[in-house]
């Protein structure tokens, strides 16, 4: 991709864009790549500052992962979303690990982690806008270990069901009960039994490739 097209893209994405020289816009420019995950690609596993990632098309998803393997979603990244933490050597006080998969086929604009941290020692427009771009993300996180921590597992199943399905805009949402089970941090056998409870109170139908919602309001009434 040539520097220009990445200049129309970050004057877009960036609200500092238009504050920084021409000097540090080409030399941001200069150090960007575009890539294509392919679907489960690990991106990045905490060990190496990545850089900073713009998706671009596509689905990546950050998460924790325990000694024992098991992992926690904390959050989704979307088209026009930006990755942060996967660049540690910019957010320095970001001290545990991170892991970011392509759920999708994803398309991501990628700035070298070194390059965006020494433009940013020069702007403090750049700071200001990595540390509202991480700390935003940890309302997400937060509201994760609240449910996780704090909430029965229907509640929880209701909560993602009717968020999912706000997201792609559909009652039919694609998910296994596996990757179900690996947003909400939980177990495939939990998530499989407390949809089949569902199922039998008329509230969704289930199939080993998605879950279909039958009754929003019901459903919703589990979430208060």
């Not at 679907?39 to 990632?53: A, F, L, M, T, Y």
């Not at 910019?90 to 991170?98: G, H, K, N, R």
């Amino acid at each position: 991709m040539s520097e220009s097209k990445f200049e129309s893209i970050y004057r877009e994405n960036f609200p500092f864009w238009d504050k920084i020289s021409d000097g540090d816009r080409e030399y941001i420019c200069q150090n960007s790549h575009c890539v294509t995950y392919p679907r489960g690609k690990n991106i990045h596993d905490g060990s190496e500052c990545s850089g900073v990632i713009l998706v671009r098309s596509g689905c990546l998803r950050l998460y924790i992962m325990s000694e024992e393997g098991k992992d926690i979603t904390l959050y989704r990244l979307q088209k026009g979303d930006l990755c942060m933490l996967s660049a540690s050597c910019v957010l320095e006080a970001v001290t545990f690990d991170v892991f970011v998969d392509a759920e999708e086929d994803s398309e991501c604009c990628v700035v070298s982690g070194p390059a965006f941290g020494a433009v940013s020692k020069r702007n403090p427009d750049i700071r200001i806008f990595a540390l509202e771009t991480a700390v935003s993300r940890f309302s997400d996180v937060m509201w994760v270990m609240q449910q996780i921590l704090f909430m029965s597992m229907d509640k929880r199943l209701a909560i993602f069901l009717l968020d999912e399905s706000a997201r792609i805009g559909s009652d039919t949402i694609g998910l296994t009960h596996g990757q179900i089970a690996r947003y909400m941090g939980s177990a495939r056998e939990v998530v499989s039994r407390m949809l089949k409870y569902f199922a039998g109170e008329g509230m969704v139908e289930a199939s080993r490739g998605g879950v279909t919602i039958l009754d929003k309001r019901r459903l919703r009434s589990l979430t208060l």
